[in-house]
Nanobody, 120 residues
Framework: VQLVESGGGSVQPGGSLRLSCAGS????????MGWFRQTPGNQHEWMSS???????VYADSVKGRFTISKDIAKNILYLQMSSLQPEDTAMYYC???????????????WGQGTQVTVSS
């Protein structure tokens, strides 16, 4: 299983970015997928997850600003981020797990991360 994130970058406050996570080495839509972020010295923070049936959940900190989605045919997971603020600055990771969870410690597969920086 391989997960490769892309789409990070620098953006001004109030701006938007779309992150992508390309999956390979597994059957599309066979895992529960999540987005996490991490800042230096801190643990992974769960942002959002999407289940095999397409149901989604969000952390309160991003609800209404971030949208998780997936393209099953392309085996790509997305995170559309809007109204970005400096506190959203972090390394963003996608992860896959056989069962639903918001606990980063149980996720089985991880990407290498993509940096998002929000600054004026």
């Amino acid at each position: 299983v391989q997960l490769v994130e892309s789409g990070g970058g620098s953006v001004q406050p109030g701006g938007s970015l779309r992150l992508s996570c390309a999956g390979s080495g597994f059957i599309p839509n066979s895992y529960y997928m999540g987005w996490f972020r991490q800042t230096p010295g801190n643990q992974h923070e769960w942002m959002s997850s999407i289940d095999i049936d397409g149901s989604t959940v969000y952390a309160d900190s991003v609800k209404g600003r971030f949208t998780i989605s997936k393209d099953i045919a392309k085996n790509i997971l997305y995170l559309q981020m809007s109204s970005l603020q400096p506190e959203d600055t972090a390394m963003y990771y996608c992860a896959a797990n056989p069962w639903p969870s918001q606990n980063p410690r149980v996720y089985k597969f991880w990407g290498q991360g993509t940096q998002v920086t929000v600054s004026s």
